[in-house]
């Protein structure tokens, strides 16, 4: 019979780990790579595995990868310590690992801020790929937005993961800086070019794009937040490039 291995990267995680390992607590492996809590992670995980590995950051995609290099199972679940699988995953799966015609399935994802689900815009739910083959599939080795490759065909699940990004304005707050820092320094790597005029073009698209177009404004008072966020993430990226200036002088104090 088929063995499932399920993945999960994390660092100072203590508010969501536990809830994440409960929704996947069903699986025949789970492996967790630490890259050096100092909040309590590492143990709650190891509550539920023994398999816990503490690993030197070294970017999304060679952690993921790292830990994709430890699992066994003939099929690996990659989720984030944020994410929960919801009820039913265990028996959709199950049943694709008896008999699959596809070695990779995508997996509804629905993103919650600040306790709502969000429903429209940017943020409105998307599909992630998350279980494939182990060998069939990898991480690309992308510093920031990584994501699965497999050498076969993709299909689809229907029970869906909670992603539970947002908890707080707060961390809405250090989480834009912290993914706006790390996309604006891989731009500027590559040698890409911009121009004040074109920041604020880009900063206004991506604000009536989520918050118009794709219905933001449906969500209230979170749909705002977040069409703004996304907007000031745009602006300060293109801007620190046209200025070439590091990505934390873009970004007010």
Same mark, same amino acid.
């Given at each position: 019979m088929s063995r499932l291995s399920v993945i999960i990267i994390c660092r100072d995680e203590v508010q969501q780990i536990k809830a994440c390992l409960e929704s996947i607590s069903w699986a025949d492996e789970i492996i967790v790579v630490d890259s050096g809590s100092t909040d309590g992670t590492r143990e709650i995980a190891e509550g539920f595995t023994p398999h816990v590995h503490e690993v030197e950051w070294k970017g999304f995609g060679p952690q993921k @990868?790292?830990?994709?290099?430890?699992? %066994?199972?003939?099929?690996?679940?990659?989720?984030?310590?944020?994410?929960?699988?919801?009820?039913?995953? /265990?028996? /959709? $799966?199950?049943?694709?690992?008896?008999?699959?015609?596809? &070695?990779?399935?995508? $997996?509804?994802?629905? @993103?919650?801020?600040?306790?709502?689900?969000? #429903?429209?815009?940017?943020?409105?739910?998307?599909? &992630?790929?998350?279980?494939?083959?182990?060998?069939?599939?990898?991480?690309?080795?992308?510093? &920031?937005? /990584?994501?699965? &490759? $497999?050498?076969?065909?993709?299909?689809?699940? #229907? %029970?869906?993961? /909670?992603?539970? %990004?947002i908890r707080t304005l707060e961390q809405h707050r250090d989480k834009m800086r912290y993914y706006t820092e790390l996309t604006t320094r891989l731009a500027q790597e590559k040698g890409r070019n911009a121009s004040l005029f074109s920041a604020a073009a880009h900063g206004i698209w991506a604000f009536l794009r989520g918050y118009v177009f794709k219905g933001g404004f449906l969500d209230g008072r979170c749909g705002w937040q977040v069409a703004m966020g996304q907007a000031k993430s745009v602006w300060w990226r293109y801007a620190a490039i046209a200025r070439g200036t590091s990505p934390e002088q873009a970004m007010p104090s």
């Amino acid at each position: 019979m088929s063995r499932l291995s399920v993945i999960i990267i994390c660092r100072d995680e203590v508010q969501q780990i536990k809830a994440c390992l409960e929704s996947i607590s069903w699986a025949d492996e789970i492996i967790v790579v630490d890259s050096g809590s100092t909040d309590g992670t590492r143990e709650i995980a190891e509550g539920f595995t023994p398999h816990v590995h503490e690993v030197e950051w070294k970017g999304f995609g060679p952690q993921k @990868n790292h830990a994709l290099s430890l699992a %066994t199972g003939d099929w690996v679940f990659s989720i984030d310590a944020d994410e929960r699988a919801e009820r039913g995953m /265990e028996q /959709e $799966v199950r049943r694709l690992m008896l008999q699959s015609d596809h &070695v990779g399935y995508e $997996v509804p994802r629905c @993103n919650w801020f600040c306790g709502r689900k969000i #429903r429209f815009g940017d943020w409105g739910g998307d599909q &992630v790929l998350r279980l494939f083959q182990r060998e069939h599939g990898r991480f690309t080795d992308d510093a &920031v937005h /990584e994501r699965i &490759v $497999v050498d076969g065909s993709i299909g689809k699940l #229907r %029970t869906p993961l /909670e992603h539970h %990004t947002i908890r707080t304005l707060e961390q809405h707050r250090d989480k834009m800086r912290y993914y706006t820092e790390l996309t604006t320094r891989l731009a500027q790597e590559k040698g890409r070019n911009a121009s004040l005029f074109s920041a604020a073009a880009h900063g206004i698209w991506a604000f009536l794009r989520g918050y118009v177009f794709k219905g933001g404004f449906l969500d209230g008072r979170c749909g705002w937040q977040v069409a703004m966020g996304q907007a000031k993430s745009v602006w300060w990226r293109y801007a620190a490039i046209a200025r070439g200036t590091s990505p934390e002088q873009a970004m007010p104090s």
